[in-house]
């Protein structure tokens, strides 16, 4: 499976690296390869460990259509939780990166990846690469 | 794909949310656009919902510059190549941009602050506030905004990375 790098995603990693929530090790030899598995989606046992990948909820608790988070726990020197949300379709579309906080602004995210999921959708996305 | 069809019930609620909204102050601009988007985005929707039933003004703020950042997103109205980036250039771009928005600030304050962009751009001072303090690739629309309301020369305005 194709990974693809939306504008969405380029942005909260910019973000991210700027504020410094995960050092280039933890990117290199942590985040990026579970990422990576993606590409085998989903042969691999991980996708069944719902501490790593889950299927995302919205505000209601009803499941988003297409729509799941990766996570990281104990991430940077802030041991805070990262979180990755994925559209998956024939292809897998890395979306926003961001921390847990809170249960209000987890709520608010998932609104913003249910728009980004039907700008995929409706092929309306800006594409910055792929990984490889 | 079709677009999400919201009920006629959800209509209406999304039309009293734009009341009310525009009851606090937040401009007739924004809250066209939000409750226009909201009606074919379910995720705008939620988020116009979030914002009615919250209490706490620092959370509604919040949702208010998620609103404006959907808006901005829903834009975008085909697929587009973007520039490619490699992971090691993202801190030099991060500065670069931290940079560009510090030095707009700085014209923004010698021109009124930030309440006085919201007045004359539309644009609801939570979400000026989260542009100038993120590190996201400046919104060219917003630029533009930003350059009609203060006066400011597209030199001014010149970035390397817009969206």
């Not at chain 1, 990974?3 to 030899?29: C, D, G, P, Q």
């Not at chain 1, 209000?104 to 998932?110: D, F, G, L, N, V």
């Amino acid at each position: 499976m194709e990974v693809i790098i939306t504008s969405w995603a380029l942005n909260s990693y910019l973000e991210m690296k700027h504020s410094r929530v995960f050092s280039k090790a933890e990117y290199k030899e942590e985040i990026r390869p579970d990422v990576l598995l993606l590409k085998q989606y989903p042969n691999n046992p991980k996708f069944v460990n719902d501490k790593f990948w889950s299927i995302a909820t919205d505000r209601t608790g009803n499941k988003i259509q297409d729509g799941y988070k990766m996570k990281w726990h104990q991430v940077g020197d802030g041991r805070v939780q990262l979180r990755l949300t994925v559209g998956i379709f024939s292809e897998a579309f890395l979306c926003e990166a961001y921390v847990k906080e809170n249960t209000k602004a987890e709520k608010r995210q998932m609104a913003r990846f249910k728009v980004y999921l039907q700008k995929i959708r409706q092929n309306e996305y800006v594409e910055n690469g792929r990984l490889s | 794909m079709t677009t999400q069809t919201l009920t006629a019930h959800k209509n209406v609620e999304l039309i009293e949310i734009g009341h009310q909204m525009n009851k606090v102050g937040l401009s007739e601009d924004f809250v066209s656009s939000a409750v226009r988007v909201a009606f074919e985005y379910e995720g705008v929707y939620d988020l116009m919902k979030m914002w009615s039933e919250e209490t706490d003004e620092e959370e509604k703020n919040e949702i208010v510059a998620d609103i404006q950042d959907m808006i901005d997103e829903c834009l975008q109205k085909e697929k587009v190549e973007g520039t490619y980036i490699r992971f090691d250039d993202l801190e030099q771009i991060a500065n670069h941009i931290r940079i560009f928005k510090d030095n707009l600030r700085i014209i923004v304050e010698k021109n009124g602050g930030l309440k006085k962009l919201t007045v004359l751009t539309g644009i609801p001072q939570p979400s000026l506030s989260r542009f100038f303090s993120s590190n996201t690739i400046p919104r060219r629309v917003t630029l533009l905004k930003i350059a009609r309301a203060l006066n400011l020369s597209q030199i001014q305005i010149a970035t390397e990375w817009t969206r």
